[in-house]
């Protein structure tokens, strides 16, 4: 086995807790007012969700997750008065949703994990 292989399948094993730590740290900074740095987070779950075969159930998630963060930010990019952050410039409303779906995704990550467990 090369030093190739044992990498890709360490990242391949990976993935999931990259997802799952991410999913939850959305929430956590977009309550915190961290909201334009949870773009990175937004990205990991998207990608490590549409890349890692085994989340596939959860890949619709990922996609309401990452069109839940982009909506505002696109509203704060092209606003014609945006505030310094979008923390301060994202509505509540926003923020519920974001908060809500990254949670809902987190939650069906323990529990699609907890179905695979028991088979």
Not at 87 to 101: E, G, L, N, R, T
């Amino acid at each position: 086995m090369s030093t190739q292989t044992l990498d890709r399948e360490t990242t391949v094993r990976r993935a999931p807790r990259a997802v799952i730590v991410s999913a939850w740290a959305v929430p956590i900074m977009v309550v915190g007012q961290f909201a334009m740095l949870a773009i990175v987070p937004v990205a990991l779950v998207l990608i490590g969700t549409l890349r890692d075969a085994r989340l596939r159930p959860l890949r619709w998630g990922a996609i309401a997750l990452t069109s839940a963060y982009a909506t505002p930010l696109a509203l704060w990019a092209i606003g014609p008065e945006r505030a310094q952050s979008l923390s301060k410039d994202m509505h509540p409303v926003f923020a519920a949703i974001i908060v809500a779906v990254g949670v809902a995704f987190a939650v069906s990550f323990h529990v699609l994990r907890r179905k695979r467990a028991h088979r």
